[in-house]
């Protein structure tokens, strides 16, 4: 992006439609990057304004008051007090919903008085009017001393003067405060102000709020801060009240003064919908068959497309053996790199619907109800309504689910949600079950009408869903906070989604899975090509004879499948897996399924791809051959059958819970910004994954 | 005095006011102030969260918060 000389930021409430202004200001010109140090979300981008050419412009997240509670708010109080840290706002573009007029100018106020240029843009007063409410703008401009623009952010109606707007004033506007501070306040930010080097004595007062969990000042102004609310007996929480109780005394009148308007309550047709949607009991079972639903159109819609893509990559596999030589530097790209990124990229399309359609859910203004809906279940296990979302989330992927959880704004709930989200049954893993259901289960129908194979696989599901809760309750006892937890959340008017935003929020999330997963996965997938092609050169060679000797005396299975299952056994990979049987014999698994979990460590979806080479299958998708081969497996030793009931049911509650997902790790890594809750995570996982495969393999 | 977790689905009250703090600050910014009417318009399952209708906005607030919400019922 190109340094352009000034900086816009958008603020306002929540549900205001800030978002929309944004994107019809910056269109695909957006980048959705971190607050630093923090992950909040920050949204930034570029537009033409008029004769000062291009400018940058930020959408700060929507808060109600500099009196912050959760991360997000936090980072923009911190932001407009003019953190070091990011590019000093030249101009900030308010908006507001029309409706709520009155409540939405009590953050105006405080903006201002932080000494910032302003135009406000008034947003839905198309729908402020069918309900009655007519707004005068130029009365308002003239009472407020800055202009009011009345904008429309789902037709673009007014974006051009709110542009000329924040042009002319960037230029001409002289900022001026107008708080009334008690004497108390200020003292004490004339006080602050002598130390801390700040030009708004509102900004002085702000820091004396919130000084504690301000990052860009020095402990010994803490300090000092410290002690000068001792000194005045500064009761921060008292004084917010106050404060916001004279600024809705200066708003209320002046927004009475120029609007006209019959007592309103919600949207007739919000509380229609309401009355069905959040009912008791139909509210709730509406929500499952929704999310039913969502998972039905998850699979079905997805299927198609990721048949191209597989096919896609078959065909890009074809073309490197066409074109590059046969040599290692062939089979690093075709058996590694891009088989490993092919088993990722396939789940794109069910992380595209899955987001499409919570997205839609988001915008509408449903997410809200469900939230309040379940809330209180959530509560007991020590996560939150919003957890829903994520938990949801998780049964297409991992990664972008626990990226959702930055909407919980109480950390303890965050995080508890991120530590379980794993345990929720993800898409890669839905191979995996149907070859070892498909080995274990017979086809047997339940009751005559229900098939067992279905049943079992359902089960499975449950099993992750439940234990996800009861991990969730553990931690909550364990994990102690001083925050406390509250839910205050407003359920805004049903509104159609708008198609744009939604698509630009599915791509930012397919972006980011693409990024995460693809880079975790790129450098592994070299690594474990390298350990499964590689071994000691003897054993490599004894490997290729055994193969050539086999094959002399049977041509059932053709010479190169041969070769593949026995280098691989011969090869690094093969040797650890033969290292780790007596570790791994309790649950019921020989060396040929240690290979396998070796290699599917970094991404579980790796599994049936390995167990195919090692039962020389060949590279074709041949499952039921595989499936032949699994039942016909024994053990070198015993001579016993490998695949029985037990080990199959254990086999597939190991992959249940185990981590074996390294581009999860590292998202958690990220959002934690500790290696130690991914490491904690991959323990416990890896703990219920071995006991839970182990009392599998005792109980069938 | 009568909290607002006392009150029946369907009932308006008027806020006096708030007994915690942290949540009169964060209901304040929202324009939640002494003086504001509300109708309870529904409770959940177990009546463990309550769905409150304010004049320009609705709100969902769990038992224990409406708890520290003051209120003197209107007939």
Same mark, same amino acid.
């Given at each position: 992006?190109?340094?352009?000389?000034?900086?816009?930021?958008?603020?306002?409430?929540?549900?205001?439609?800030?978002?929309?202004?944004?994107?019809?200001?910056?269109?695909?010109?957006?980048?959705?990057?971190?607050?630093?140090?923090?992950?909040?979300?920050?949204?930034?981008?570029?537009?033409?304004?008029?004769?000062?050419?291009?400018?940058?412009?930020?959408?700060?997240?929507?808060?109600?008051?500099?009196?912050?509670?959760?991360?997000?708010?936090?980072?923009?109080?911190?932001?407009?007090?003019?953190?070091?840290?990011?590019?000093?706002?030249?101009?900030?573009?308010?908006?507001?919903?029309?409706?709520?007029?009155?409540?939405?100018?009590?953050?105006?106020?405080?903006?201002?008085?932080?000494?910032?240029?302003?135009?406000?843009?008034?947003?839905?007063?198309?729908?402020?009017?069918?309900?009655?409410?007519?707004?005068?703008?130029?009365?308002?401009?003239?009472?407020?001393?800055?202009?009011?623009?009345?904008?429309?952010?789902?037709?673009?109606?007014?974006?051009?003067?709110?542009?000329?707007?924040?042009?002319?004033?960037?230029?001409?506007?002289?900022?001026?405060?107008?708080?009334?501070?008690?004497?108390?306040?200020?003292?004490?930010?004339?006080?602050?102000?002598?130390?801390?080097?700040?030009?708004?004595?509102?900004?002085?007062?702000?820091?004396?709020?919130?000084?504690?969990?301000?990052?860009?000042?020095?402990?010994?102004?803490?300090?000092?801060?410290?002690?000068?609310?001792?000194?005045?007996?500064?009761?921060?929480?008292?004084?917010?009240?106050?404060?916001?109780?004279?600024?809705?005394?200066?708003?209320?009148?002046?927004?009475?003064?120029?609007?006209?308007?019959?007592?309103?309550?919600?949207?007739?047709?919000?509380?229609?919908?309401?009355?069905?949607?959040?009912?008791?009991?139909?509210?709730?079972?509406?929500?499952?068959?929704?999310?039913?639903?969502?998972?039905?159109?998850?699979?079905?819609?997805?299927?198609?497309?990721?048949?191209?893509?597989?096919?896609?990559?078959?065909?890009?596999?074809?073309?490197?053996?066409?074109?590059?030589?046969?040599?290692?530097?062939?089979? %690093?790209?075709?058996?590694?790199? &891009? @088989?490993?990124? /092919? $088993?990722?990229?396939?789940? !794109? =399309?069910? #992380?595209?619907?899955?987001?499409?359609?919570?997205?839609?859910?988001?915008?509408?203004?449903?997410?809200?109800?469900?939230?309040?809906?379940?809330?209180?279940?959530?509560?007991?296990?020590? %996560?939150?309504?919003?957890?829903? &979302? @994520?938990?949801? /989330? $998780?049964?297409?992927?991992? !990664? =972008?689910? #626990?990226?959702?959880?930055?909407?919980?704004?109480?950390?303890?709930?965050?995080?508890?949600?991120?530590?379980?989200?794993?345990?929720?049954?993800?898409?890669?893993?839905?191979?995996?079950?149907?070859?070892?259901?498909?080995?274990?289960?017979?086809?047997?129908?339940?009751?005559?009408?229900?098939?067992?194979?279905?049943?079992?696989?359902?089960?499975?599901?449950?099993?992750?869903?439940?234990?996800?809760?009861?991990?969730?309750?553990?931690?909550?006892?364990?994990?102690?906070?001083?925050?406390?937890?509250?839910?205050?959340?407003?359920?805004?008017?049903?509104?159609?989604?708008?198609?744009?935003?939604?698509?630009?929020?599915?791509?930012?999330?397919?972006?980011?899975?693409?990024?995460?997963?693809?880079?975790?996965?790129?450098?592994?997938?070299?690594?474990?090509?390298?350990?499964?092609?590689?071994?000691?050169?003897?054993?490599?060679?004894?490997?290729?004879?055994?193969?050539?000797?086999?094959?002399?005396?049977?041509?059932?299975?053709?010479?190169?499948?041969?070769?593949?299952?026995?280098?691989?056994?011969?090869?690094?990979?093969?040797?650890?897996?033969?290292?780790?049987?007596?570790?791994?014999?309790?649950?019921?698994?020989?060396?040929?399924?240690?290979?396998?979990?070796?290699?599917?460590?970094?991404?579980?979806?790796?599994?049936?791809?390995?167990?195919?080479?090692?039962?020389?299958?060949?590279?074709?998708?041949?499952?039921?051959?595989?499936?032949?081969?699994?039942?016909?497996?024994?053990?070198?030793?015993?001579?016993?059958?490998?695949?029985?009931?037990?080990?199959?049911?254990?086999?597939?509650?190991?992959?249940?819970?185990?981590?074996?997902?390294?581009?999860?790790?590292?998202?958690?890594?990220?959002?934690?910004?500790?290696?130690?809750?991914?490491?904690?995570?991959?323990?416990?996982?890896?703990?219920?994954?071995?006991?839970?495969?182990?009392?599998?393999?005792?109980?069938? | 005095?009568?909290?607002?977790?006392?009150?029946?689905?369907?009932?308006?009250?008027?806020?006096?006011?708030?007994?915690?703090?942290?949540?009169?600050?964060?209901?304040?910014?929202?324009?939640?102030?002494?003086?504001?009417?509300?109708?309870?318009?529904?409770?959940?399952?177990?009546?463990?969260?309550?769905?409150?209708?304010?004049?320009?906005?609705?709100?969902?607030?769990?038992?224990?918060?409406?708890?520290?919400?003051?209120?003197?019922?209107?007939?």
């Amino acid at each position: 992006m190109s340094f352009s000389k000034y900086q816009v930021a958008l603020s306002g409430n929540p549900n205001v439609g800030k978002s929309s202004v944004f994107n019809l200001l910056t269109g695909l010109h957006q980048t959705v990057g971190n607050f630093p140090g923090v992950t909040v979300d920050r949204k930034s981008g570029v537009f033409q304004l008029g004769n000062l050419g291009k400018v940058s412009i930020v959408d700060l997240p929507g808060l109600y008051s500099l009196f912050p509670s959760s991360e997000d708010e936090r980072v923009v109080v911190d932001t407009l007090l003019g953190s070091p840290s990011s590019a000093p706002i030249d101009i900030i573009g308010y908006i507001v919903d029309a409706n709520d007029i009155d409540r939405n100018l009590l953050l105006f106020t405080q903006i201002r008085d932080l000494g910032y240029k302003i135009v406000v843009g008034v947003n839905m007063l198309d729908t402020a009017l069918s309900n009655g409410l007519q707004i005068d703008l130029n009365g308002l401009s003239d009472s407020f001393g800055v202009p009011f623009i009345g904008i429309n952010g789902r037709t673009g109606e007014g974006i051009t003067e709110f542009k000329t707007a924040l042009e002319n004033e960037i230029l001409t506007q002289i900022s001026q405060p107008n708080y009334t501070f008690s004497p108390s306040e200020e003292q004490i930010a004339k006080d602050v102000q002598s130390l801390v080097k700040i030009d708004a004595q509102y900004a002085a007062l702000i820091l004396a709020h919130h000084y504690k969990r301000v990052p860009f000042i020095s402990k010994s102004q803490k300090d000092f801060i410290a002690t000068l609310t001792e000194k005045y007996n500064f009761n921060s929480i008292d004084i917010q009240l106050d404060e916001m109780m004279k600024r809705y005394q200066f708003i209320t009148p002046l927004v009475q003064k120029s609007s006209k308007q019959i007592p309103l309550s919600m949207d007739p047709l919000t509380r229609k919908i309401d009355k069905v949607l959040t009912h008791k009991v139909f509210g709730l079972l509406i929500f499952v068959v929704l999310m039913l639903l969502v998972f039905q159109a998850i699979f079905s819609w997805a299927e198609k497309p990721m048949e191209w893509i597989e096919s896609g990559f078959v065909g890009i596999n074809h073309l490197i053996t066409t074109v590059v030589p046969d040599s290692w530097f062939q089979r %690093l790209l075709t058996d590694g790199i &891009v @088989s490993g990124l /092919s $088993g990722v990229l396939v789940f !794109i =399309p069910q #992380i595209a619907i899955l987001f499409f359609l919570i997205s839609i859910l988001e915008e509408s203004g449903y997410m809200a109800r469900v939230v309040y809906m379940t809330d209180s279940f959530m509560r007991r296990f020590g %996560l939150n309504g919003r957890s829903v &979302v @994520s938990l949801i /989330s $998780g049964g297409a992927c991992a !990664i =972008p689910a #626990i990226m959702s959880t930055r909407t919980i704004s109480n950390w303890k709930e965050r995080l508890t949600t991120i530590m379980v989200t794993p345990l929720i049954s993800c898409s890669a893993r839905i191979p995996i079950f149907a070859i070892l259901i498909a080995i274990a289960i017979p086809a047997k129908k339940v009751g005559g009408w229900v098939s067992l194979q279905a049943l079992v696989f359902m089960g499975l599901y449950v099993l992750g869903t439940g234990t996800a809760l009861v991990v969730a309750w553990i931690f909550h006892k364990i994990l102690k906070t001083e925050e406390k937890s509250f839910l205050v959340m407003e359920l805004p008017r049903y509104q159609m989604p708008q198609w744009r935003g939604i698509f630009l929020n599915v791509w930012e999330k397919v972006k980011v899975f693409i990024v995460e997963a693809g880079k975790v996965i790129f450098f592994i997938s070299i690594l474990l090509w390298f350990l499964a092609s590689y071994g000691p050169k003897e054993k490599m060679e004894a490997a290729r004879t055994k193969a050539k000797q086999e094959y002399a005396i049977s041509q059932d299975i053709p010479l190169s499948q041969l070769t593949k299952s026995y280098e691989l056994e011969a090869s690094y990979a093969g040797i650890a897996g033969h290292a780790i049987e007596p570790l791994i014999r309790p649950l019921g698994y020989d060396w040929k399924i240690g290979i396998a979990l070796l290699t599917s460590f970094a991404a579980r979806e790796i599994f049936v791809g390995t167990m195919a080479t090692i039962y020389a299958v060949g590279d074709d998708d041949n499952t039921s051959l595989l499936k032949d081969r699994l039942q016909n497996a024994r053990f070198s030793d015993s001579g016993k059958k490998v695949f029985t009931v037990g080990t199959s049911i254990s086999l597939m509650i190991f992959y249940l819970f185990a981590m074996q997902c390294m581009s999860t790790v590292a998202v958690v890594r990220r959002e934690t910004k500790s290696w130690k809750w991914p490491m904690i995570q991959m323990l416990y996982m890896g703990v219920l994954a071995y006991v839970g495969g182990w009392l599998a393999a005792l109980i069938f | 005095m009568q909290t607002l977790d006392q009150m029946k689905i369907g009932y308006s009250a008027r806020i006096v006011s708030f007994k915690e703090p942290l949540l009169a600050s964060r209901l304040m910014a929202m324009g939640i102030i002494p003086g504001t009417e509300l109708v309870v318009l529904r409770k959940s399952l177990m009546n463990s969260t309550y769905f409150i209708q304010f004049p320009r906005l609705a709100l969902a607030l769990r038992k224990d918060e409406a708890a520290q919400i003051l209120i003197e019922s209107e007939i």
